[in-house]
């Protein structure tokens, strides 16, 4: 009777389906220990993300295997195989730094995913101070445009939720108007005045859309400008030529 592959064996790109890259800058660990959760749940491996549980059935052999080769291989589905497969996908969506932190001889997923958890939860006083401050000093002229500057004060808050420091929907709000420069002074004083103040998803398209509004209007200008200098550099071309010497012939020669 032929074995029934288990599904995880069939995940050929583990970024397919976990497309963050865990790294101490970025710091995205509640995102991505979420959709490693979630992987690990559909593939039927959620076990090799707690500490295993050896059962006398499983440490004893049965009777009608104590017959089988010894050196015989292991079963497609044994579960050092699978952790294995665990610990691969957890090394192969961490950058290379936390690989080199937490690797260690002969550990499992569990060992790993647990060095994980606890080197994003230490020093939370500490990091969540250098965060706090990070956030306050951020400004969006720092950034190319209006989606990345919000995208990282999200990555900022998603760090504090993940320090135990969450912030409210009116201070992340809050936070972002506070760093728009002086351009978008309007539509931030528009949005403060709101009741109840919009949360941050609505906030940061009415920005983005005001962005948009803007760069279209002085595109606009530009394009009027450019037409009118080019139009009094015509009319400038045509008086001069108008306004040229004549020559007439001389009446002596008539």
């Known amino acids: 009777m032929e ?40 593939y039927l491996l959620a076990d090799h993300l707690e500490p295993r549980v050896i059962t006398s059935s499983s440490s004893t052999p049965p009777a009608k295997d104590k017959d089988k080769d010894p050196a015989a291989p292991p079963p497609k589905d044994s579960w050092k195989r699978l952790d294995a497969i665990v610990l691969q996908w957890i090394y192969g969506t961490i950058s290379i730094d936390l690989v080199q932190t937490i690797m260690k001889k002969n550990t ?25 401050s990070k956030l306050t000093h951020m400004r969006l002229e720092s950034f190319e445009d209006m989606a990345a500057y919000c995208q990282e004060v999200k990555i900022i808050a998603d760090q504090l939720y993940n320090v135990d ?25 528009v949005i403060r005045s709101t009741n109840p103040l919009p949360d941050f998803n609505e906030t940061r398209s009415r920005l983005c859309q005001e962005e948009i509004e803007m760069n279209s209007h002085a595109l606009q200008a530009a394009q009027t400008a450019g037409s009118a200098l080019q139009a009094s550099a015509s009319k400038s071309g045509s008086q001069q030529h108008d306004n040229g010497p004549t020559y007439r012939s001389d009446p002596t020669s008539e």
Do not use: M
Not at 113 to 119: D, E, M, R, S
């Open 3 to 42: 074995t029934k592959i288990h599904p995880a064996i069939t995940v050929s790109n583990i970024k397919t389906f976990i497309p963050i890259t865990l790294d101490n800058e970025s710091a995205q660990y509640v995102a991505w220990s979420e959709l490693f959760k979630i992987h690990c749940i559909a």
């Open 108 to 132: 499992t997923a569990y060992d790993a995913w647990t060095a994980l958890q606890n080197l994003f939860q230490d020093n939370k006083s500490s990091r969540a101070l250098h965060l706090q």
């Open 165 to 189: 420091v969450p912030l409210s929907q009116t201070q992340l709000v809050l936070q972002v108007l506070g760093g728009l420069t002086e351009q978008y002074r309007t539509i931030a004083t």
